[in-house]
């Protein structure tokens, strides 16, 4: 490849990575034509990129950004495929389902999610816990409607049972 190529090819990478706000690198090279076009799929469907891409070119565009991925570096060996997202949970939540169905691959490597980096297959349950940034307003939206449904209850039931007693006391008057 010449060295012009591979240039072009370290901006594209570099640009996609500023794009998405997280990224995962797995190893899925011993996937078979069938589970790979799967994995494809099920990443097209949640709105994950997949890349394939060499150890030293992602290397050269992770130094080309602003930030400290030293970390990382040491996951870049073997065949390595970069999920790319920004729902910081999804591409774990995905690779535990794959793994379900084969226990070995595909196999998480590392991932950088919210400016914190993560690295070795144990991680993967602790990233796939995280709640994305839509669940954790969501949380916070019920948290915030919580005590107004509670006033509101209150207020109601006690307006039928004030009703109520007004209803009565007229009756009894009569």
Known sequence: MKKEDKGIIIEQIANTLKEYGCFYLAETAGLDAEKTSELRAACFKQDIKLMVVKNTLLHKALESLEGDYSEIYGALKGSTSVLFSNVGNAPAKLLKSMQKKDQTLPRFKAAYVEETIYVGE?????????????????????????????????????????????????????
């Open 122 to 174: 144990d991680q993967l349950e602790t990233l796939s816990n995280i709640k994305s940034k839509n669940e954790l307003i969501a949380d916070v939206v019920a948290l915030l409607q919580s005590p107004a449904k509670n006033v509101i209850s209150a207020l109601q039931s006690g307006g039928n049972t004030l009703h109520g007693v007004l209803e009565t006391l007229s009756k009894k008057e009569d």
